[in-house]
Structures are given as structure tokens and as C-alpha cells.
Nanobody
Framework: VQLQASGGGLVQAGGSLRLSCAAS????????ISWFRQAPGKEREFVAG????????SYAESVKGRFTISRDNAENTVNLQMNNLKPEDTAVYYC?????????????????WGQGTLVTVSS
């Protein structure tokens, strides 16, 4: 299984970025997909997740109304649209997959992880 995250970069506060995660080596539609992030000196935290059939999504309170997660099971990709970015969104963002039936916010639940993509938001 391989997960390739991309789309990170440097953006000013209030700006937008779109992260993508391309998956291979798995039956993509059988997996919950989530994004986590880890800021310097902090623990990794859940950002957003989407169920197998895209019927359910879950967001951290800190990103609700600003971030949108979506998936394309035909293309084996998941995207995270991030709008109105804030300096506190600065972190390395990781995509991860899990075969659970629900979206877990616990990183230990997820078996496979991408390599991470750095998002830096300047004030």
C-alpha cells in the first residue's frame, strides 16, 4: 500500500490550499480515509475523515467550516480543500487509511500512512 500526499506549500493567512492523497495497492473504496496533522512540538491530531462511500465526513472543531474533505473512488484519491487558512494550521499534513466502518480520530487506528506534506501559513 502506498499513499502519496501532495499540495502543501506556503500561503498567507486567509488563503487556500488543496491537498491531495493518491492511493495504490489497495481496494480504495474499502477504506476510511483521514487527514491528520502535526505541528512542531505538538502531537499529531485528527483533521478530517471521510467514510468509504463518502456518505459521512468528520472534522476537528478547529477546521469546521473552513476545510472540506472529499474522495474519488474511481481515481483512488482523497482531497482536502483548506480555505481561510490561519497560522495555527501550519503543520505537516498526513493522509491515512483504515478499514474500520467508522471514522476514527485516533491515529493508532490507522494502518497505512502517507509521507506528509508541509503546510505553512504566514501571518
Amino acid at each position: 500500500v502506498q499513499l502519496q500526499a501532495s499540495g502543501g506549500g506556503l500561503v498567507q493567512a486567509g488563503g487556500s490550499l488543496r491537498l491531495s492523497c493518491a492511493a495504490s495497492g489497495l481496494t480504495f473504496s474499502n477504506y476510511v480515509i483521514s487527514w491528520f496533522r502535526q505541528a512542531p512540538g505538538k502531537e499529531r491530531e485528527f483533521v478530517a475523515g471521510i467514510s468509504r462511500g463518502s456518505g459521512r465526513t468528520s472534522y476537528a472543531e478547529s477546521v469546521k467550516g473552513r476545510f472540506t474533505i472529499s474522495r474519488d473512488n474511481a481515481e483512488n484519491t482523497v482531497n482536502l480543500q483548506m480555505n481561510n487558512l490561519k497560522p495555527e494550521d501550519t503543520a505537516v499534513y498526513y493522509c491515512a487509511v483504515d478499514q474500520s466502518l467508522w471514522i476514527s480520530v485516533r491515529d493508532l487506528t490507522y494502518r497505512y500512512w502517507g509521507q506528509g506534506t508541509l503546510v505553512t501559513v504566514s501571518s
